[in-house]
């Protein structure tokens, strides 16, 4: 990936929209041979926005288009500004021959519930 | 493992992974680790069976409206489909939902003595104040109950006392019985004024109704000061004057204005939901602030303006807008004819109050007052306050001037930025400006405060001006209660709830030392092992007369009364553990008089009590007759008839559950998270609310509003020696931060909110920076000279200093640096450290956003990225 490319994809399901980018400084949990690659969901943690914007230069996702929340994409998508109770969630990230694999998530996507065992 | 799949195909694998994890740790009967596995990175969903209640969020003045769920752990948990959950909706859910719960809305508390499930989180189903489940802060709620197995855990659980030097614990018993022997010695022999009762307004009617029943009525002591000021009164004491309660205004009256003049509010990030909710995507706003926060970036964006005013200029820049609107003839005159004061209506108002003769005009009075002043000319004031002057006229316009006949709707909203720098200046003049362009008491058109921590004052008797020893020009003042503390007139301490020495106050070294000095100093008689027990067990008789001695040698008893430890509680000789919300049922107001009952969630942990509960037996032990109150909702019945006349007046509430055979705090909790907005109507068994006040008329003797003239120059000008920077010093003013509390109480003890603010940052301008060699992230200190620093205050103090990291950003201009306010309540790091001591000559409250002092870089350097 170049510095500053993005690549849109959907997971963990087909219907959830993520990102993967490389910010071009290192970032937390980054993997690449700079650790400057990270992936995240662009659902707003807060209630569920998608959110579009994206500074590149500065590793910032947002504002969020309903409440203007903002997360650092270089510190594990900690909330810059903004009403969210927690992060933005993180995309754990493998690199095998050349190739990206997402293959975990750093906490439940907005509006998920965990199933109890009935 | 070899992977062949693309990232695109992989995209359910790490859900799944995520998911069977979870399943784990869910099946009944969960192991400790896995529980923590559910704390930290997820929830359940509460079963149909789950026990709801209601309750509001315990931060802001906003109080968005709750809901609780508990179950036992161990039993069932509930299910994805809407048959299966308390809710009735099928997961996952869209966004918006009202249902996007997150971990920090879970947690695993103790519910009559068995762990329980806990879920906190934004009422859904709102129709007030967080429509729809908005959130902010409150979302974090259920982090705030106690757990032995998290950070939560250093949580006083017992009463303690200091013997040689160390704090042990001891009985209830022993703690209420030593307290009150000491303060019947006090009281016999020192009198009232030598009490300091420093304590929170804010923390539910029934507490606050205790404690002034405690310091008004029984003690009759003058020595009292709620937890944000140095002695008792207004915050807004311009508002008053004209006749406006600081709360008087609906939240649909922010929407429905026009225009909105925001000053001195931390709109965005302190109050998230009054933004969101009501004034984003409403009215144009006019933002004043010496920071361009995110408010202002909002103005900007949506055709508002941002004035970056020059710290401790509001007055002069309020006046100016009048000037502009004056000269334009755009003042709403129907308004000023029909409900502000004449001449003669105005004599009566200044026989009942001094302020209201000196400074209360008529309109034309006040006309002339503006426009017969040249510094009020826009091109003049644009020099002192830094706002151009065409922005002074733009925003006389936006406020004042008709489009085709028809008025705007402006309203202002003012907070600390405001009043918390020359206090009666920026309140009065702000006040005029709003009577000048109609607003008060219509739709739309409202005078209020944004506000800051919630309304829970209900006072059990009037402040006991008579006995205060304090004059000012032949009138009797509230004591101050920081000076008095400086000047050795303490001789017992009792600090309810805040942080006052170490950081709640400005000038906060000086009053550290004071305590240290009179508390611990080695001068004094101090309590040691041999003393205090005998075979054992505690001499009470031994270790009261210890104490009474150190009281009668000159020294100072400090007694804290707090839910966690903090700094102040290595000056304690007495430590009393409180409950908090969630832990017990109480009743508070919101920012438009919503008063909401909020549940008892979980078991108050170890051997807390109430507030209400502790002052309650000491009072009793030392005589007092009044305090033999059951439970919370005695005290809140009791409290009604107090309430009475008032803007809090929940009078008819309680006789109508009296009259039905219910307990009030039962009746209240049927209206859930809309609760009642006060004062309460009632008409027959109907009970309603008062959408906002002063529409029968203002809070006057004559039911008319009124100018106040503001001399810049007698008010704040000549103040300047004190407050304004000389030499290589910036103004250091402060601001909160979404996502955190105050002092920091609780967010220390979450883990995604300390990472929102590990060290207090210091916002410093580039230039002024680059002239002192800090770069960005340098850890630097700000420090204020001594005597020098505080010319002019009444008490001289040595001066303070705290430490912070740098972040250059232009949101601050030149020669303005901005920090975190009281940051964890400690006094290295709290900015109040830099604040003068001066108090404010009309209405005596500090001037806390108005500090001053060096910045320097920290060595050696510390890398602000090691927080992660």
């Keep these: 990936m170049a510095v500053g490319q993005i690549v849109d994809f959907a997971y963990p399901t087909e219907a959830s929209t993520a990102f993967a980018i490389r910010l071009g400084q290192p970032a937390s949990n980054g993997v690449g041979p700079d650790r400057d690659i990270v992936a995240f969901l662009r659902a707003c943690p807060h209630m569920g926005c998608p959110i579009v914007k994206i500074n590149v230069d500065k590793g910032v996702l947002g504002p969020c288009g309903c409440h203007r929340s903002r997360f650092d994409l270089t510190d594990g998508g900690r909330q810059i500004v903004g009403h969210a109770s927690q992060s933005l969630v993180q995309i754990t990230l493998e690199v095998e021959d050349d190739r990206l694999f997402a293959v975990g998530l750093g906490g439940l996507p907005y509006g998920h519930a965990m199933e109890a065992s009935r | ?868």
């Design chain 2, 1 to 868: 493992m070899k992977r062949s799949r693309s990232l695109r195909s992989l995209t359910r694998r790490g859900f799944h992974r995520l998911a069977t994890m979870v399943a784990a740790a869910t099946a009944a009967g969960c192991s400790e680790d896995e529980l923590h596995f559910l704390d930290e990175r997820g929830y359940l969903l509460p079963p149909p069976s789950a026990r709801e209640q209601t309750t509001a969020c315990a931060y802001c003045i906003v109080a968005c409206g709750y809901k609780a769920y508990t179950w036992p752990v161990g039993g069932e948990s509930g299910g994805l489909e809407a048959e299966n959950n308390a809710f009735g909706v099928n997961f996952p859910v869209a966004p918006m939902s009202g249902y996007g719960i997150t971990p920090q809305m879970y947690n695993i508390a103790m519910v009559d003595g068995e762990p329980h499930h806990v879920i906190v989180m934004p009422d859904p189903d709102a129709t007030v104040v967080n429509i729809g489940g908005d959130h902010n802060l409150g979302a974090s709620m259920a982090q705030r109950f106690y757990s032995p197995e998290k950070a939560t855990s250093d949580r006083l659980l017992s009463p303690k006392l200091r013997v040689g030097g160390e704090l042990v614990d001891i009985s209830w018993d022993e703690a209420t019985e030593i307290l009150a022997r000491v303060g019947t010695h006090v009281q016999e022999q020192h009198g009232p004024a030598a009490w300091a009762l420093k304590t929170f307004s804010y923390q539910f009617f029934e507490n606050t109704y205790a404690i002034t029943k405690f310091a008004f009525d029984a003690l009759k002591t003058p020595c009292w000061a709620p937890h944000d000021q140095p002695a008792s009164g207004s915050s807004t004491p311009g508002l008053s004057d004209i006749g406006v309660n600081a709360f008087s205004a609906a939240y649909s009256d922010w929407k429905e204005s026009d225009v909105l003049f925001v000053s001195g509010v931390s709109l965005y990030e302190a109050r998230g939901v009054l933004f969101s909710q009501w004034v984003a995507g409403g009215p144009t706003l006019i933002v004043v602030n010496p920071r361009r926060d995110e408010t202002a970036e909002y103005a900007l964006e949506n055709g508002g303006m941002h004035l970056q005013v020059t710290p401790g200029t509001d007055a002069l820049l309020h006046n100016a807008i009048a000037f502009a609107i004056l000269e334009n003839g755009w003042q709403d005159d129907y308004f000023i004819e029909g409900q502000t004061v004449d001449d003669d209506e105005l004599a009566i108002e200044g026989e009942q109050s001094a302020r209201r003769r000196r400074f209360g005009r008529t309109f034309e009075a006040f006309r002339e007052f503006i426009l017969g002043n040249d510094e009020h000319a826009p091109e003049r004031a644009a020099a002192v306050t830094g706002v151009p002057a065409e922005d002074i006229r733009r925003a006389a316009e936006l406020l004042a001037r008709p489009v085709k006949r028809a008025r705007p709707k402006a309203s202002f909203m003012l907070e600390k930025g405001n009043y918390w720098s020359h206090n009666y200046a920026n309140s009065a003049s702000l006040a005029s400006l709003g009577v000048l362009v109609g607003a008060g008491n219509r739709p739309g058109q409202v005078i209020s405060r944004g506000g800051g921590h919630q309304r829970g004052m209900l006072k059990a008797a009037g402040y006991p001006l008579d006995n205060s020893p304090v004059e000012v020009d032949g009138e009797k003042r509230p004591v101050n209660l920081d000076y008095w503390l400086l000047e050795g007139n303490v001789r017992l301490a009792w600090v309810i709830g805040c942080t006052w020495v170490t950081g709640g106050s400005a000038h906060t070294e000086a009053l550290t030392a004071q305590v240290k000095a009179q508390a611990r100093g080695s001068e004094f008689s101090q309590l040691d092992e041999d003393t205090a027990f005998s075979g054992g067990s505690l001499n009470l008789p031994a270790v009261v007369e210890r104490l009474t001695a150190k009281i009668d040698q000159g020294g100072l008893v400090f007694v804290q009364q707090d839910i966690y430890p903090q700094e102040q509680t290595e000056l304690a000789d007495l430590v009393l553990p409180a409950c908090t919300w969630g832990e017990a049922p109480f009743v508070r107001m919101q920012g438009e008089r919503r008063l909401r009952h909020y549940a008892h969630i979980v078991d108050a942990p170890g051997e807390v009590r109430p507030d209400w509960k502790i002052i309650a037996e000491v009072a009793r032990r030392m005589g007092f007759e009044g305090f033999d109150w059951s439970d919370e909702n005695e005290i809140f019945e009791e409290g009604a008839a107090r309430s009475e006349g008032k803007a809090n007046d929940y009078s008819h509430l309680v006789a109508l559950a009296n009259e039905t055979n219910q307990r009030a705090h039962d009746l209240l909790a049927q209206f859930g998270t809309t609760g009642l907005q006060c004062p309460i109507q009632r008409d027959g068994d109907q009970l309603s609310g008062t959408t906002r006040l002063h529409e029968e008329g203002f809070a006057t003797q004559t039911g008319k509003s009124m100018f106040l003239a503001v001399d810049y120059n007698e008010l704040v000008v000549s103040r300047e020696d004190i407050f304004s920077p000389v030499g290589q010093e910036l103004q250091i003013i402060n601001r909160r931060v979404g996502g955190n509390w105050s002092s920091l109480v609780e967010d220390l003890r979450n883990d995604y909110r300390a990472s929102l603010l590990p060290e207090n940052v210091l916002e410093i301008n580039p230039s002024d920076a680059s002239a002192r060699g800090i770069e960005d992230r340098d850890p630097v200190r700000v420090s204020a000279g001594s005597l020098q620093h505080c010319a002019g205050a009444q008490v001289d103090v040595p001066g303070g200093s705290f430490e912070a990291i740098a972040v250059l950003s232009d949101t601050v201009a030149p020669g303005v640096a901005c920090a975190y306010f009281n940051f964890r309540g400690e006094s290295s790091t709290s900015s109040n450290a830099v604040i003068p001591n001066s108090a404010d000559p009309v209405s005596g409250l500090f001037s806390f956003k108005l500090g001053r002092g060096t910045v320097t870089k920290r060595l050696p350097k510390k890398v602000f990225d090691e927080r992660a």
